[in-house]
């Protein structure tokens, strides 16, 4: 122990606990699949019955779907540009969508009721092994963007505007992803001790404030990320002359 | 009682890499896939058309309104020359029967004129006439005093 003073109530908070599934020679963090697969139920259930009956006149949830449809058009589109925005919209799209569910499923839902065998129910995106996969996931985009946009002209990026900045462009592919999937998961991990500790320190009144500045975090966090991502995209199809 | 493990740590721990990431990666694009078919491929759909319902609807309105400026203007002219016309006729019907009064006129004076005329050249000649026969009148019955006293004596 000892990174933290208070040892007694902490033996409650399980840090870096994990519930393994053994698939093969694999091994995987069960307790992130079953959030993620219930928050991506939950998304998905809201989507089906938005887009069920749709029309020009639009009611009830698909009021919120072509809310958050025009939200990420717009983000898209400011960050990608207008001529290729369409093709990176569904995934830019997606990351800001699943971040955010999982930020505020996380934030949300009292998943410490339910017990499991080992580790704890909690926000997907307080494990590393998501917001890594999400972060290469960006660097794989804009990669893909910058090759089938420009081709090998791609990397002309890299010695734009003198030679001088190719060894920081090349060092920037490799922060660029850790330094989004570090973000992410190191707010939301954070949102979440810090929680669990006010939560057995002072059970009252006190954690409320600190789980509605979490809500706030998350929401942003989600909307750094897509950002950000739609912004390297951006940066990789972008014309130099 | 479980320990916190963190960096490093062999089993579990904060930084506890493995198959999580390459699963979450695909669950991710697979995720990608379905929101477009279910989401941003409908809604964008539905979105746009009636972007281009209201741009098509706004511009329709915009060629209408241009039409009934256009018409209204017409109209306005239609009106002023109707009103200008109106105005000349009525000056021209007033000038009609002004002339026709003032000819009327004269020619009603110009009658009274000459019967009044006519008529006192009648009474003048009549006058004459019977001063005339009174002065004979006169004459004869002087002739006839002065022979009757003429006789007498």
Excluded: C
């Amino acid at each position: 122990m000892g990174f933290l003073p208070f040892v007694f109530p902490f033996a409650e908070l399980e840090v870096g606990q994990h519930l393994y599934w053994q698939i093969g020679n694999f091994r995987i963090h069960g307790q992130v699949f079953m959030t993620s697969w219930l928050l991506i139920g939950a998304l998905l259930a809201l989507v089906v019955i938005g887009t069920k009956k749709m029309e020009r006149d639009p009611k009830g949830v698909q009021n919120l779907l072509e809310f958050l449809w025009d939200y990420i058009r717009d983000l898209a589109r400011t960050q990608i540009g207008e001529k290729v925005y369409r093709d990176w919209m569904p995934f830019i799209g997606t990351l800001f969508l699943f971040i955010f569910v999982s930020n505020w499923g996380g934030a949300l839902v009292p998943w410490k009721l339910i017990e499991l065998p080992s580790g704890e129910l909690g926000a997907p995106t307080a494990d590393i092994n998501t917001t890594v996969a999400l972060a290469l996931l960006v660097s794989l985009s804009y990669f893909y963007a910058g090759l089938s946009n420009k081709g090998l002209r791609y990397f002309e990026y890299y010695v734009h505007p003198t030679p001088i900045m190719l060894p920081f462009k090349i060092v920037e592919d490799f922060t660029k992803p850790l330094s989004l999937s570090f973000r992410l998961f190191g707010n939301i991990l954070a949102d979440e001790l810090v929680v669990a500790v006010l939560v057995f320190l002072v059970p009252l009144v006190l954690p409320v404030p600190v789980m509605f500045l979490g809500l706030f975090t998350s929401a942003i966090q989600a909307l750094i990320f897509a950002t950000l991502a739609a912004y390297y995209i951006g940066e990789a199809v972008e014309e130099h002359h | 009682m479980p320990t916190l493990f963190l960096f490093g740590a062999s089993e579990g721990g904060l930084f506890d890499f493995d198959a999580t990431l390459p699963l979450m990666a695909v669950q991710v694009v697979l995720l990608t896939f379905i929101l477009n078919a279910l989401f941003f491929k409908p809604v964008g759909k539905v979105v746009e058309e009636r972007e281009d319902y209201v741009n098509t609807s706004r511009a329709e309105a915009k060629k209408k309104i241009a039409e009934v400026e256009r018409l209204e203007t017409e109209l306005k002219d239609q009106l002023k020359e109707a009103r200008l016309e109106a105005q000349k006729v009525i000056l021209e019907a007033e000038q009609d029967s002004d002339t026709l009064y003032k000819e009327a006129l004269a020619l009603a004076t110009s009658e009274a004129n000459a019967s009044r005329e006519k008529a006192r050249r009648e009474i003048d000649s009549q006058r004459d006439e019977a001063l005339n026969q009174l002065k004979s009148e006169a004459d004869n019955l002087g002739d006839l005093i002065i022979e009757r006293l003429l006789a007498k004596t």
